[in-house]
Each structure stands twice: as C-alpha cells, then as structure tokens.
C-alpha cells in the first residue's frame, strides 16, 4: 500500500477532536464542585453559626471526604472520565489520586504499602507547591520592586 494511501486511511480513521465539548464538561463539573462546595460553608456558617475562617477548613475537609468515598466506590474515577479537568484541579482531584493510591497499594500493608504510596504522591504534590510559590513570590517581589 501507498504511503499517501495509508495516511488518507489514517487519517479518516482517527478521532475528531472535541475541544470544546471538553472544555464545556470541565467548566460544568469544575462550577458544580465549587457551587457544593459553596452549599456546604453557607451550610456551616448559617445552620450551625460558625464563622467564615472556621467554616472554610470544615467544608474544605466535607469535600475531601467525600471526594475520597466516592473515589473508593469507583464513582469518582467514571465522573472524571466525562468531566475531565473539572474534577481534577479542584481539591477534590488531590482527594482522589490520594485514595486511589492507598487503594492500589492496600494489599502490601498498612505502613508500607498505604501510608508510603500515600505520602509518595502527597510528598511530590506539597514540594511542588513550595518551590511554586518560593518561585511566584520571587517573581512579585521582583516586581515589586520595579513598580
């Protein structure tokens, strides 16, 4: 078979690219995580009286966890598959690879499969968010400076 023939197979073969359609889910499911996310500190500062500085770490904690059990009831991972980046970039996405994780590695152990596999993947997380906000606040500080 020709080159060219086999590239215009190829090529009709493959998938058409739904950019938009991606983007429409991650923007949906990313604001529908953020608006329950919502629910839950309106529901901590109005029903149960608690301020705003003490509200947002209890729903912060809300959304993990539930994050963390939908994730361990294979839920979370079918959700991510439609949603995409809507379900990754909030905190919620941190919840998820953290109990996939523990969940892949229960079977070697409590300390050296779930607690090491956890703080592997946790680890790498919280040093990139140091470097990256040593390397930001530099930045601003540079500016700063200039301005």
């Known amino acids: ?19 938009l359609k ?4 991650a923007f949906v ?20 009286e608690i ?20 994730t361990g009831l294979g839920i979370y991972d079918r959700l991510g598959k439609k949603a995409g980046a ?11 690879s953290m109990t996939s994780s ?3 590695a229960k079977s070697e152990g409590l300390v050296t499969g779930i607690g090491a596999n956890m703080f592997k993947l946790g680890g790498t997380v919280i040093t990139f968010g140091i470097v990256a906000s040593f390397v930001l ?6 500016i700063s400076l200039i301005w």
């Open 102 to 104: 523990a969940l892949e």
């Open 51 to 70: 301020d705003q500085q003490e509200a947002t770490p209890m729903m912060i904690i809300t959304i993990v966890l539930i994050a963390a059990i939908l």
């Open 86 to 96: 809507g379900t990754f970039i909030p905190i919620t996405g941190f919840a998820n």
């Open 29 to 48: 499911y990313g604001g529908a995580i953020g608006a329950i996310g919502q629910f839950f500190l309106e529901l901590y500062m109005n029903i149960f």
């Open 1 to 19: 078979m020709e080159t060219s023939k086999y590239n215009q197979i190829a090529e009709s073969l493959k998938p058409k690219k739904t950019v």
């Open 137 to 142: 606040g530099g930045i601003r500080y540079v």
């Open 22 to 25: 991606h983007c429409i889910y």
